[in-house]
Nanobody, 127 residues
């Protein structure tokens, strides 16, 4: 069992930055691939970013590529999402999620492949 707790959300203006963090409870955190997803009101949850268990491979949705950076610190059991140049369309509840095992784009971009989820943190970007 892995418990995930997100933090760092808030209300910002377009162009600002935010850094989201996700703290994991399990000491075997380094075994888990981690993803960030988001869900805007009235929309389905969508993939945002991915980082492999070792941290050597990352990937992003096209909508955030070049603006968001995912990173992890396995010694501290944390994964972060640095969000720069925020836009109003980035407004959503952001979730971190974890799974152990298979790695491919078609796998990690699908939310149903993740086993553990945080409660989410709200990010609101005003224009």
């Amino acid at each position: 069992q892995v418990q995930l707790v997100e933090s760092g959300g808030g209300l910002v203006q377009a162009g600002d930055s935010l850094r989201l963090s996700c703290a994991a409870s399990r000491r075997t955190f380094s075994n888990y691939a981690m993803g960030w997803f988001r869900q805007a009101p009235g929309k389905e949850r969508e993939f945002v970013a991915f980082i492999r268990s070792s941290g050597d491979i990352t990937d992003y949705a096209d909508s955030v590529k070049g603006r968001f950076t995912i990173s992890r610190d396995n010694a501290k059991n944390t994964v972060n999402l640095q969000m720069n140049s925020l836009k109003p369309e980035d407004t959503a509840v952001y979730y971190c999620a974890a799974y152990e095992g298979y790695y491919s784009r078609s796998y990690y971009e699908r939310d149903y492949n993740y086993d553990y989820w945080g409660q989410g943190t709200q990010v609101t970007v005003s224009s």
